[in-house]
């Protein structure tokens, strides 16, 4: 099973074959963007929220009954899609939660933020829950 980090600011993958046994498997470069907006910029048109895909639950986390939230970081494009996305709380990094979470979040798409009129890329906080029904 593969899993995504909780320390913000690295990327990668490892995968968990057993216990204590744990290799990394790659490491996406980050999408290089030049000037990010931050959210609290005042002249700064907020993104919205298009569509959002809901993550999926691995069934290895259904068996242990976790439920709780994935707190990610990204980059709302001006095109409205979503890039750099770290994993800044982790739930479950061994059962596949956080990696799924980050796997939904490249699918959201925005109404992108603007500023003076123009589209830009903006830092945003995503935060997807895994609840049991």
Not at 15 to 44: C, F, M, T
């Amino acid at each position: 099973m593969a899993a995504a980090p909780s320390k913000p600011g690295k990327s990668f993958t490892v995968e968990v074959k057993a216990p204590g046994e744990i290799r990394i498997v790659r490491s996406p470069e980050p999408r290089q963007l030049g000037h990010v907006y931050e959210p609290d910029d005042p002249n700064l048109d907020a993104p919205r929220l298009g569509s959002q895909v809901e993550p999926k639950y691995t069934r290895e986390a259904m068996a242990a009954k976790i439920q709780g939230d994935v707190e990610l970081t990204a980059v709302v494009m001006p095109d409205g899609t979503v890039a750099n996305v770290r994993v800044v709380k982790s739930l479950d990094p061994c059962r596949g939660l956080d990696e799924q979470a980050v796997i939904a979040a490249r699918q959201w798409r925005f109404v992108p933020a603007r500023m003076s009129g123009q589209p830009v890329p903006v830092k945003v906080t995503l935060i997807l829950s895994f609840r049991l029904h």
